[in-house]
């Protein structure tokens, strides 16, 4: 089993729609997470973080955490196109920052 | 240009051959990380600095990877004896905080 679990996709959204994405975690330990935004051919770059259960909106963006499930997720209101990308979960314990293998979202016009 | 610069961007060796990449952090982190991502999955953990203090290091590195940071500034990440499973982009980021991670273009390595 993978420490940091995501559904590869794609996961297909209609401009405008919005996209759900999830994850797992299998460390109890983890503290803090993070989702990361790779577009292909570039490196990742972070989107935002959460470290309390429950939900953190960032513009767009809303993360939600539960510990107790072990579950993490995103959603993406109002997707653009420029949204297409893959979406990287990333869990934090001690100094080591844990990629599941990422989620790629295709907005479509 | 005041992000993470990595060097050299490509590297095509034969088997065999030793390499080394080098990262340049932002030079107000004092957290330093190097990863390794194959085509279609996330970066992998390979080993972590504060500082010059090579704080982790992955169970999965074998002995052929080594890595150094002196005086807490450039890293270098030097792969003894390549294969052809070390082909994959090895990314470097640096970081002020524990999660929040600035990552360089990557160095692409291709073994043949």
């Known amino acids: 089993q993978k420490e940091v679990e995501q559904n590869s996709g794609p996961l297909s959204v209609p401009e405008g729609a919005i996209a759900s994405l999830n994850c797992t975690y299998s460390d109890r330990g983890s503290q803090s997470f993070f989702w990361y935004r790779q577009y292909s051919g570039k490196s990742p770059e972070l989107i935002m973080f959460i470290y309390s259960n429950g939900d953190k909106e960032d ?3 809303t993360a939600q955490l539960n510990k107790a499930s072990q579950y993490v997720s995103l959603l993406i209101r109002d997707s653009q196109p420029s949204d297409s990308a893959t979406y990287l979960c990333a869990a934090a ?3 080591k920052l844990t990629f599941g293998g990422g989620t790629r979202v295709l907005v479509k016009p | 240009d ?5 060097d050299p961007r490509h590297k095509i060796t034969k088997r ?8 340049d952090p932002i030079s107000e982190h004092n957290r330093l990380y190097w990863y390794r991502q194959t085509l279609g999955q996330g970066p992998e953990f390979l080993t972590y600095f504060q500082n010059e203090a090579q704080l982790e290091k992955s169970r999965l590195l074998s002995d052929r990877f080594s890595a150094e940071r002196p005086k807490g500034s450039f890293s270098t990440l ?3 004896r390549t294969e052809q499973g070390d082909s994959a982009m090895y990314l470097c980021a640096s970081s002020p905080t524990n999660g929040e991670l600035f990552f360089g ?6 073994v043949l």
């Open chain 1, 59 to 61: 513009g767009r963006f």
């Open chain 1, 93 to 95: 314990a001690g100094n």
């Open chain 2, 2 to 6: 005041t992000g993470v610069s990595q």
């Open chain 2, 16 to 23: 065999g051959q030793n390499v080394t990449f080098r990262c």
């Open chain 2, 78 to 80: 030097e792969i003894q």
């Open chain 2, 105 to 110: 273009e990557g160095s692409r390595l291709t």
